[in-house]
């Protein structure tokens, strides 16, 4: 009889794995519609729901450098029915960076997904008058927080990779953190901020209108989409390699057969041409990875810029 329970019971996984999912499952965006995560999250969402023949409907719920959307995720049943999409700061940065949190990333998320990644063009002003990577630098320390720099949001990867650079440089500007991308550029191009890391797609198009003028590029080597832009290791500044990501994660204690199927599904979706060329166009390469290099990725992500927060003082007001 016991034989009889357990062969029924290891019979039975996979019948479980496949009835979900049986009713819409929730996608929260930790960012507004329009920015680079809600692209990415309404790309995977449809092709989890045809994938999965159940509607994966795209919240975005943004604010508090994406600990609104998350909380709601953390406290959310572990069914896999709620899935979260967000990046750096809400995964490995804000914890830090937060003097308080609503929840704990650690505990409280299950890593599924690093879906993609990108670099970051630094861009300035051109009423400045600022050409070169070393005029910014000498600029900012002979006007010390005269000048002031957007970010999509406290503890984005725009946010403290202009960190970063004040604290190595010695410079000092002021930070003005956004709901996101696009209103973050709508002032840049409005003159009311100086200067931003962002993603090298979206600030291009004015770059080459003379509207923003492009000093460095977050990255080892330079970026195919800008050849002519340096990169942070030519110029001196390996250390400035900063890379933007977007992860995919549930409510911890999700069951594994669950997990395995987000996963899988997410893997098979994510690495479609269209969606490849879809994110490409946008400055991202797809990744699409495990949950445990997710976690790895987390880990060492978390250390980096921890270590920046605490020897620049960062903080998320």
Do not use: C
Request: aromatic share 6%; charged share 20%; proline share 9%.
């Amino acid at each position: 009889m016991r034989l009889l329970i357990l062969l029924w019971a290891v019979l039975s996984i996979p019948v479980w794995a496949q009835t979900y999912p049986s009713k819409p499952v929730r996608v929260i965006v930790t960012f507004p519609p329009g920015s680079t995560p809600d692209i990415v999250g309404r790309a995977l969402a449809s092709r989890l729901q045809e994938a999965m023949g159940q509607p994966f409907i795209v919240e975005n719920r943004s604010g508090a450098g994406g600990n609104v959307g998350a909380d709601a995720v953390a406290k959310a049943a572990p069914d896999g029915y709620t899935l979260l999409v967000s990046t750096n700061g809400v995964f490995a940065i804000n914890k830090a960076l937060y003097k308080s949190m609503p929840f704990d990333p650690e505990k409280d998320l299950a890593p599924l997904s690093l879906l993609a990644t990108a670099p970051q063009m630094l861009v300035v002003q051109p009423s400045l008058g600022l050409r070169d990577f070393k005029g910014f630098l000498e600029y900012a320390k002979r006007n010390p927080g005269k000048l002031s720099y957007g970010s999509v949001g406290a503890g984005s990867a725009s946010h403290l990779t202009m960190e970063l650079l004040k604290s190595d440089a010695g410079a000092d500007l002021v930070h003005v953190p956004y709901k996101g991308f696009p209103p973050a550029v709508t002032d840049m191009l409005a003159g009311n901020i100086h200067a931003m890391f962002a993603i090298v797609p979206g600030v291009l198009p004015h770059v080459k209108a003379g509207k923003m003028a492009p000093l460095a590029v977050t990255a080892l080597k330079r970026s195919p989409l800008a050849p002519e832009v340096p990169s942070v290791a030519e110029l001196g500044y390996p250390q400035l390699e900063s890379l933007a990501w977007i992860g995919l994660a549930a409510p911890a204690g999700l069951a594994a057969d669950v997990a395995d199927r987000i996963t899988r599904e997410t893997a098979g979706g994510m690495r479609r041409p269209e969606v490849r060329e879809l994110l490409g166009r946008q400055g991202f390469d797809v990744v699409a990875g495990s949950p445990q290099e997710l976690s790895r990725w987390i880990q060492a992500e978390s250390l980096k810029w921890t270590r920046v927060i605490r020897a620049s003082g960062a903080t998320a007001d």
